[in-house]
């Protein structure tokens, strides 16, 4: 497959890839988008552009984008799913663009449709890196201590705990994010399990992709 990806960083673009290509149980090979978002909300500026350019200007079979959570709300529902949407959910947020964006594409005969998966890292990406280390990492405990007003860990401390440092060179942080991607590859229903919304969701939607195929 061809996937192109949109996260905040080069170095989680890189990780991500090592994981979806566990899920997929293939290699694939990167199309480059134009554009790099920066962080959040930077995502959604980039996103429709991305989208048509990957449709239109390449032979790409998907698009994968990952954000972090930060302090916004993890929103338990169908997000791709409009009557099930949450202004403050990002995975909403970036599905509502998706849906807008792609909606009145006509596509030239023999060019299969762009497919997408979105995730959401709770509270961020390195939550993720450090499945399998630390069991106080995962969404339940971080959407419970975000309805008591008391969060279980801050994402500084994340980033210390996979970097030894909150402010890795982006050099550090690729190699650290792909060893631990590789690591938590081997993982994949164990951070389906502790992640069930924002890596769950991104996993059942690519799991929709073959039946579509079919349609
Ligand atoms: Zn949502």
Redesign the pocket.
């Known amino acids: 497959m061809k996937l192109g990806f949109l996260s905040e960083s080069p170095a989680d673009e890189a990780a991500i890839r090592i994981l979806i290509e566990a899920v997929l149980k293939e290699r694939t090979s990167e199309v480059r988008p134009p554009l790099r978002a920066r962080g959040w909300p930077n995502v959604l500026q980039v996103l429709p552009a991305i989208l048509r350019h990957l449709q239109f200007q390449t032979d790409a079979n998907a698009l994968i984008v990952v954000v972090d959570s930060d302090d916004t709300?993890v929103?338990?529902?169908d997000?791709t799913d409009p009557n099930?949407?949450?202004p403050h959910?990002?995975?909403?947020?970036i599905?509502q663009v998706i849906r807008k964006t792609t909606k009145k594409w006509r596509l030239p005969g023999g060019r299969e449709r762009l497919k997408t998966a979105v995730g959401l890292a709770v509270p961020a990406v390195e939550g993720w890196y450090l499945l399998g280390k630390d069991d106080e990492i995962g969404e339940e405990g971080w959407v419970n201590g975000l309805k008591e007003r008391s969060k279980p860990y801050t994402r500084k401390e994340l980033k210390r705990r996979v970097y030894r440092t909150v402010r890795p060179s982006l050099h550090l942080e690729t190699r650290i994010a792909k060893a631990e991607a590789r690591r938590v590859s081997k993982l994949l229903k164990k951070l389906e399990e502790s992640f069930p919304i924002g890596f769950g969701s991104m996993i059942r939607e690519i799991s929709q992709w073959e039946r579509d195929d079919y349609v």
Request: proline share 0%; charged share 20%; glycine share 0%.
């Open positions: 709300i929103h338990e529902a997000h099930k949407f949450h959910c990002r995975i909403c947020q599905q």
